[in-house]
């Protein structure tokens, strides 16, 4: 692992699913990993409902078992510092009491104690209506702890540029334009490989993998939003201007 810098930052990722952290920051994971910050990922799901779980013949439960396991993968791989994977109802979380969303997302952050909590932009990249709730959950939790938890800095979106989102084939994407874009993180071949190497444990999903053209996408950058924070030119990290 490169040690990088001296005081290592927290960073936690909160996605709905599995695969989002590997169809998304996957290979900013590993960079942050390899330069000895702490990584850590939070899924409310267990991504279980997906339709792939037709061609195996699995329950959801069985299902949510079986991506439990390909995660577990994954963390390996990126050397993730904590994983923590939760059973919120996959596809179902447009339905719930956002305050209960709210609760365990807050409870898991005052136990990491991030300096950084990274997630989906609003508009979820692919729009689907559990990438926008955790969205709007997240960001409600971090204003609320960042009023009296002096260590939790920064919010930042996970995004894409409108480039890429027209590229997309498989699904209908939203990207964000150049202005709205705070940070553009600069990767290293070992982290494209790292998370192609990620990809790769979701091993029941190749099927959607390959026909998402996702593997095209894993470039040498990756750009995100910041959450009352603008920055012209971007920033090159995410952890830039963030103090202990």
Request: with cysteine; aromatic share 10%.
């Amino acid at each position: 692992m490169d040690m990088k810098m001296s005081v290592p930052m927290r960073i936690l990722y909160v996605y709905p699913h599995p695969d989002d952290e590997s169809f998304g920051p996957a290979h900013v994971m590993s960079r942050q990993r390899r330069e000895g910050h702490d990584v850590y990922l939070l899924t409310l799901t267990r991504g279980g409902a997906t339709k792939q779980r037709f061609r195996y013949g699995y329950s959801v439960e069985e299902m949510g078992d079986v991506r439990f396991r390909e995660m577990q993968c994954v963390a390996e791989i990126l050397d993730l510092t904590g994983m923590t994977v939760l059973d919120f109802p996959d596809g179902g979380l447009k339905d719930m009491d956002p305050r209960e969303l709210e609760n365990a997302v807050a409870t898991h952050i005052r136990s990491v104690r991030p300096h950084v909590v990274a997630t989906y932009a609003v508009h979820g990249i692919s729009g689907f209506h559990d990438h926008l709730v955790t969205h709007a959950v997240v960001k409600r939790v971090f204003i609320e702890i960042r009023e009296t938890g002096q260590w939790l800095k920064r919010l930042a979106f996970v995004t894409i540029t409108a480039e890429d989102a027209a590229r997309g084939t498989l699904f209908h994407l939203s990207g964000s334009k150049p202005e709205e874009i705070d940070c553009v993180v600069d990767l290293k071949k070992a982290d494209i490989i790292r998370a192609n190497r990620a990809l790769d444990c979701y091993v029941t999903f190749q099927e959607t993998i390959e026909k998402s053209g996702i593997r095209n996408f894993i470039g040498s950058r990756a750009v995100f939003e910041f959450f009352r924070e603008h920055y012209d030119p971007p920033l090159h990290d995410l952890f830039e201007g963030v103090k202990e």
